[in-house]
């Protein structure tokens, strides 16, 4: 009989157990250089305490041996009825069954919480096509009654940029959005900015397309975005950050890269212009700057990754303007209990 337990976080050998699945079942279906979160930073956010999620992870036993892992995010501020999970079998043990009762043990563990509403991903290559049809994750998530509430792409960017189309992007921006300073910054969020920088970050998850996904605001925590600071250097990354403000001085933009210490990518966190400053190419604008920066200070990244909303036209095609390529398809799902 399958026995899903939960690990202790600040077991190494249970968490080395945990991220050895994870990352062999993303890279069984995504190829085998796809950039996965790498064993440290995983093993720092799982060790995180934070007053507003509680991350579990989860291994199951079968006959003795490990077979699969589970992991499972409870917001504790908002969106209190909500639970993200994720499943992941060993590729060798595919098709037996495990997957399906982590999954069902997970659901349970939710449902225990006060979780009525479930959210999960899957992702595939781009050439595999939009609809996803025979990929195991998808295929896994219709069986399970999960519904396709929002289809992602991420697209990928060799560095560095040539600085002609640089200078070419931000004259072309400048033109539209005179009145607007940048500011540009590496590492922790300047304090004059802050309080500004989690009123935007706060809302990117309602302001971005959500498509079906039933999401409630976030509240606004200069406290949590410290916190998760702290945890970005625990994690070995390191965060580059620009903002537009108005001539009030307000915070109107921003866009925020992170580079990965241990595998050398950098990738584009939240970009998000305030709805009353929108038209301005202040989008562009911010980054065009903050990609100057990172060439300037990380000058050995090679490639950055994003994530876009298939719907998010607008930003998608700053991103081509970029010269970012299409990668992957992302499947963001969910399910009502």
């Known amino acids: 009989m399958l026995q899903l337990t939960q690990i202790d976080p600040f077991d190494r050998a249970s968490v080395d157990l945990w991220w050895d699945i994870y990352a062999a079942a993303e890279r069984a279906d995504r190829g085998a250089n796809t950039a996965v979160w790498t064993r440290n930073e995983s093993r720092h956010e799982l060790q995180q305490r934070t007053e507003t999620i509680e991350r579990r992870a989860y291994l199951a036993i079968l006959d003795g041996n490990v077979v699969a892992s589970g992991r499972l995010a409870l917001p504790l501020r908002d969106n209190l009825g909500t639970a993200a999970l994720g499943v992941h079998v060993t590729p060798a043990l595919r098709r037996r069954g495990t997957g399906t009762a982590v999954l069902n043990a997970l659901e349970t563990a939710a449902r225990s919480a006060g979780r009525s509403i479930l959210t999960s991903n899957a992702s595939w290559p781009y050439a595999a ?50 009145g607007y300073t940048l500011r540009s910054w590496i590492g922790n969020i300047p304090k004059d900015l802050v309080r500004d920088w989690a009123e935007l970050d706060a809302s990117l998850d309602t302001e971005a397309p959500v498509g079906g996904l039933d999401i409630e605001p976030t509240t606004v925590d200069v406290a949590a975005v410290r916190e998760n600071e702290m945890l970005l250097a625990r994690q070995n990354r390191r965060s580059y950050g620009t903002a537009a403000q108005d001539a009030t001085g307000r915070m109107v933009a921003y866009t925020q890269l992170v580079v990965s ?24 604008a911010v980054k065009v700057a903050n990609l100057r920066m990172l ?8 490639s950055l990754h994003t994530y876009n909303a298939g719907v998010n036209t607008q930003m998608r095609a700053i991103n081509r303007a970029l010269g970012f390529a299409p990668s992957e398809h992302l499947a963001e799902f969910q399910k009502k209990l």
């Open 295 to 302: 060439q300037q200070h990380a000058s050995a990244v090679r």
């Open 129 to 178: 096509g939009d609809d996803g049809t025979g990929i195991p994750g998808r295929e896994f998530a219709r069986r399970h009654g999960y519904s396709l509430a929002l289809g992602d792409v991420q697209s990928r960017l060799r560095l560095p940029l040539d600085a002609e189309l640089l200078d070419d992007l931000e004259q072309e921006a400048a033109a539209h959005n005179s």
């Open 261 to 284: 210490g241990d595998d050398g990518n950098a990738y584009q966190w939240g970009t998000l212009v305030r709805r009353e400053a929108r038209g301005h190419r202040l989008g562009m």
